[in-house]
């Protein structure tokens, strides 16, 4: 019998199931790192979704701050305009009555100018 042979066999056998336990336990490592891979993907997105509620909840608040200063700004222009209206209405009835008086100063006026014109001809 030839115990070289078997003696070679063996070493191939046992260096064979050596590769074989060395890439298992590559398998499991690689496994485990991709496990720990998604888990970082998944984490980062919640993360992700967290931040973007965040970021929602965050502009939501702002645009209902925003709505509340445009509702209070146009309740001022509002109020404004009113007064601004008041004024006008006001002007105007100056201006009215300035004319109204005017016309009687300009009626004294000219009514000496039409009695002096009026009584040269009567003369």
């Known amino acids: 019998m030839d115990y070289e042979f078997f003696g070679t066999l063996a070493a191939i056998v046992v260096a064979s199931v050596a590769v074989f336990t060395f ?3 590559i398998k499991d490592e690689m ?3 991709l496990r720990d891979v998604r888990e970082d993907i998944r984490g980062m997105g919640e993360e992700t979704r967290k931040e973007m509620r965040g970021m929602r909840e965050g502009i939501r608040d702002d645009m209902r701050v925003m709505r509340e200063e ?3 700004d146009l309740q001022e222009m ?3 305009m009113r007064e601004m209206r008041k004024d006008i209405r006001g002007i105007q009835k100056s201006v009215e009555s300035l004319s109204e008086r005017v016309a009687r100063i300009e009626g ?3 009514r000496p100018r039409e009695l002096q014109t009026h009584q040269e001809s009567t003369d």
């Open 31 to 33: 496994q485990e790192g």
């Open 70 to 72: 445009v509702r209070e």
């Open 23 to 25: 890439l298992l336990s």
């Open 108 to 110: 004294l006026i000219i």
């Open 78 to 80: 509002r109020e404004d």
